[in-house]
């Protein structure tokens, strides 16, 4: 059973959501990256789907969600707030999984009401909270003001991604996946992030270039597991572990070897599986006592 709705964020715009699964069943809440979509979740809400319903939506200016004027992480977190407002009943609680932008919406939503309402646990992958383009990997030079200032300026390219080519997949490869991943995984993020419009995608390079949500960490307290690839280029395995050792209840940090960025795409059952651990052992006890 799937449904789609319409909510409004605080400052008007529109958000595109799905709703896959039964009613009444255990509640996931889904939130993509940078320059992705709901589709980017597609095998854990697949797998999720046949006995949890499973909140999924696009946040704006990508996927089904139209462009807004405002980037900010405070947008993001309203965004967020007004999915779960609408989607849950009042009390309710969540499992809330966020990939890397997704995971800082989480962060910048931390401390508020519908948040405090509605997350029973957190799932970050691959994300971080501060210092982005200082410690990315993408550009293969030893950390410093040279490989910083290149690497702002790839990552905010106003330049279109074009078709989607075999170099443009090996580009993408080599920047967010690790050299292991099969070639259909690699076939559908390109997929993927090449359908971001580009004036959305270098809007939001700005807003991660600046972020630094470092104290929202400490503001989530919740359950909060942690998962990265050890070859994540983007946001690498010090972003995770930094997050971990600052989280008030860390449900566990897991590192997986070989892999990039992507991990809910390189690693689905491992991402699906850690959602359904987080779901049975919180918000199911604490719905149940």
Not at 99 to 111: D, I, Y
Not at 139 to 160: D, I
């Amino acid at each position: 059973m799937t449904r789609e709705l319409t909510v409004v964020s605080a400052d008007g715009s529109p958000l595109h959501v799905e709703i896959h699964g039964p009613e009444g069943a255990p509640a996931v809440v889904l939130a993509h990256g940078w320059t992705c979509s709901t589709a980017f979740w597609s095998a854990q809400i697949r797998d999720l789907a046949a006995d949890h319903r499973v909140i999924a939506y696009d946040q704006r200016g990508h996927g089904r969600t139209p462009a807004a004027e405002v980037c900010s992480t405070d947008a993001l977190a309203d965004d967020l707030e007004a999915v779960l407002a609408a989607a849950l009943a009042p009390g309710e609680k969540a499992v809330i999984a966020g990939h890397s932008m997704g995971g800082m919406t989480v962060l910048a939503a931390a401390g508020r009401d519908a948040f405090e309402e509605h997350a029973g646990a957190v799932l970050l992958c691959s994300t971080g909270a501060s210092r982005l383009v200082a410690e990315s990997t993408v550009v293969p030079l030893r950390a410093g003001r040279l490989r910083t200032w290149l690497t702002r300026h790839v990552l905010g390219s106003r330049a279109p991604l074009g078709p989607v080519t075999p170099v443009a997949k090996r580009i993408l490869k080599y920047a967010t996946m690790g050299a292991g991943s099969a070639p259909h995984m690699v076939d559908r993020c390109a997929r993927i992030v090449h359908a971001c419009p580009r004036r959305v995608r270098h809007a939001w390079s700005h807003v991660l270039n600046l972020l630094d949500l470092d104290h929202a960490v400490r503001e989530l307290r919740v359950p909060t597991a942690v998962v990265v690839g050890t070859a994540d280029r983007m946001t690498p395995p010090v972003h995770a572990r930094r997050i971990a050792a600052a989280l008030p209840v860390c449900a566990g940090l897991t590192e997986l070897p070989g892999l990039g960025h992507m991990t809910p795409v390189e690693a689905p059952d491992l991402v699906t599986g850690r959602i359904r651990e987080l779901v049975s052992t919180y918000t199911q006890l604490k719905e149940g006592a």
